[in-house]
């Protein structure tokens, strides 16, 4: 449904973003991750039109959005980081004045914003000065203007942030609810926002990609996890030192009277395979694994990393 | 486009722009009125509009500094620029917008007007002349000051560019009078738009200062859609 490619910003000498390239297909939702400074905004000024590249393409189902932006961008709900409002109107006539210029009917114009209204919790404040609203009302009324006309393409720039955590989470459920019924591409630099909300992330640092990965696969498994082992420490301790690219960051004897058990803190890649070469090394030498579990988070593990190596 | 200057007018009335601008423009008037005509005993209002092309042009950026300024500041430019909305649209719309308060204001002098014929005898079809010559003055002041805050980011650049602009073209007016150089004094008078008014005061109708006028208007309206346009590619 979109296609980046090959995407390069400049701003003067500096480089914003470069050589960009994925594609998001219809109904995902995917977080763009990194760190401050990283690119993330840029990005998604350029897949909303507000922007135009240096150089690279975007196409939104097959139209160019350079080439033809009005088309191209009928199906694009974009909220920045700071919502777009006309702080002197109140709320029902600015939503009034984004869809006229959205171009929707003035015949429906008025259910359907009620009805976006409702789905972003805003109702009892329609007539308010945007002015006079706390800054979560104003991220919700940011919300409400992009969904007017109900794109199919919602791109959120950092929608949670400077909130309180009872407003993070109510726009969080919000974001939940939405990403049933669109494409959402959320950019954050809270990892368990993008956890939380999306299937697939896109890590960038510097202006480059630096990794693309399902959310599920990253969290299969972290770089540091623990096994619980039946059988004697030294034999366990042999076995595990074999294994290419497994490092063994402590260990202990936990035995009872009648049983051996031995646990260990691993620290390997990320991912299944390491873990599937402990069972299958330890298996063969008959000591069963009672227990495997990752400590930290993953994803903040690769963050971390990466934008470190980066 | 309609949209656009509806919610520019609401907002000249919603914030002080709109009622500073009335309130200079009437005050400057109200106090030529006085002078010309109440104390000099003037029964016509050419005293009051030959100063006033002169003077006015101050208060024309107070219309104008706005309108692209608090775009800027509160993000929302780049929705009108991928809007339904073309360029020329969203700049007449704004420009349609600061015209209107402008009219309004003149239309408030009109009590003027009708002032001299309950006490005088005053020459209408002349009066007309220089109200229709005064607005044209006026909507050109506003094109050049709507394309000077085009160029700008914030209200102290707008107002700074703006009034820039129309002191250079009354100087260029004011100029025109005295120099005598032959290329030189062409292109000056080209350039007066102030001088262009001096037929209406004189109470004579010719279409050549209204084309003059429109052509001026179209220009500066042009060059603001050139400038907004310029944006989007950032």
Known sequence: ?310 | MFIVFKKEVSTFFSTPFGFIFMGIFLLLSGIMFFTYNLLGGGGDMNGLFGLLSNISFMVFPILTIKLFADERKAGTEPLLLTSRLSPLQIVLGKYLAAVFVFVASLAATIVYVIILKIYGFPDLKAIAASYIGFLLLGMAFTAVSTFTSSLADNYVTAAIASFGGLVGFVLIGVFSRSVQTPVISDILSALAITRQYDSFIKGVFSLGPIFYFIGFIVIFITLSVFSLERRRFN
């Open chain 1, 1 to 310: 449904m979109i296609e980046v490619t090959g995407l390069t910003k400049f701003y003067g000498d500096k480089i914003g973003i470069k050589d960009v390239s994925f594609s998001i297909s219809k109904g995902e939702t995917v977080g763009l991750l990194g760190p401050n400074g990283a690119g993330k905004t840029t990005i998604m000024k350029m897949l909303a039109g507000h922007m135009l590249p240096t150089s690279g393409s975007i196409s939104i189902d097959g139209i160019d959005v350079v080439d033809d932006p009005k088309k191209a961008l009928r199906n694009i709900g974009f909220m920045p980081e700071i919502p777009p409002l006309y702080t002197e109107m109140d709320v029902v006539s600015y939503l009034n004045f984004i869809a006229d210029i959205k171009g929707i009917k003035p015949k429906v114009r008025t259910s359907h914003i009620a009805e976006i209204m409702e789905l972003t919790a805003i109702t009892d404040v329609k007539g308010r000065l945007i002015k006079n609203l706390s800054k979560g009302y104003r991220q919700r009324v940011g919300l409400a203007h992009a969904l007017v006309g109900f794109p199919s393409v919602l791109i959120l720039d950092e929608p949670t942030v400077g909130l309180d955590p009872k407003q993070i989470t109510e726009v969080r459920k919000l974001i939940e609810n939405l990403s049933r019924d669109h494409t959402v591409i959320l950019s954050s630099h809270i990892l368990s926002e993008i956890k939380m909300i999306c299937k697939r992330v896109i890590i960038i640092s510097s202006g480059r990609i630096v990794l693309e990965e399902e959310v599920a696969n990253l969290e299969e498994g972290g770089k540091n996890f623990i096994i619980r082992v039946r059988g004697k420490l030294d034999v366990a301790s042999a076995i595990l030192k074999n294994i290419p690219g497994l490092e063994i960051q402590s260990s202990e004897e936990q035995s009872n009277d009648s049983q051996n058990y031995c646990r260990f803190m691993l620290v390997g890649e990320s991912g299944v395979a390491i873990r599937e070469e402990v069972f299958n090394a330890l298996a063969k030498a008959k000591l069963p694994i009672v227990e495997m579990r990752t400590i930290g988070n993953s994803l903040e593990d690769i963050f971390l990393d990466i934008t470190k190596q980066s």
